[in-house]
């Protein structure tokens, strides 16, 4: 694993190191750069402070209603941002790597998604909690899905370039 250094790049992206392989121990065996387990790390961290920008949001839009609204307003939003943070941290991990791995921690993570949410609607439903489910599975998705494309696209970018993109 790389150690962060900083470059006179002046690079804001320092949670994400691609190194070459060659200077990367998980690397052996593959071609071209690489992501770092710490880009895992830095993935997991930048999106539990996403995930929180939705819960407050959340949090303020079912501020003193029914309980059972707000109950299921944050089961809803645990529905999405756990499985979003932990499969988007393998992914992050996977980056760079084997298709297939790639592909199997992207298919785990939209399963988990829609198993999740399935379920929710289902008892939900039984409670009459539709309309606060949505806005627990949107706060919890939306903004978790929107920096993942951010943080791939910026990723892959950098790759396609060949730079090192570090802080």
């Known amino acids: 694993v790389a150690a962060p250094r900083r470059s006179d790049r002046g690079s804001d ?3 994400c ?4 392989t060659d200077r990367s121990s998980e690397g052996k ?3 071209g750069n690489v992501e770092t387990s710490r880009s895992g790390i830095g993935f997991a961290l930048s999106a ?3 995930a929180a920008v939705g819960a407050a949001a959340l949090i303020a839009g079912f501020w003193g209603s029914d309980r059972m609204a707000s109950a ?3 089961k809803g939003f645990l529905a999405m941002a756990v499985p979003g943070i932990t499969c988007g941290s393998w992914l992050a991990r996977e980056h760079g790597r084997s298709a297939s791995r790639f592909l199997i921690a992207l298919a785990t993570g939209f399963i988990i998604r829609l198993v999740l949410a399935a379920l929710a609607a289902f ?3 039984k409670v009459d909690a539709g309309a606060a489910l949505i806005a627990g599975l949107a706060a919890g998705f ?3 899905t929107a920096f993942e494309m951010i943080w791939f696209l910026r990723a892959r970018g950098a790759q396609g370039l ?6």
Do not use: D, K, M, Q
């Open 13 to 15: 992206f320092w949670l």
């Open 17 to 20: 190191e691609l190194v070459p």
């Open 29 to 31: 065996g593959t071609r």
């Open 48 to 50: 539990s402070a996403v």
């Open 72 to 74: 299921w307003a944050a």
């Open 123 to 125: 008892f939900a439903a």
């Open 142 to 144: 939306v903004p978790l």
């Open 162 to 167: 060949g730079t090192e993109p570090r802080g």
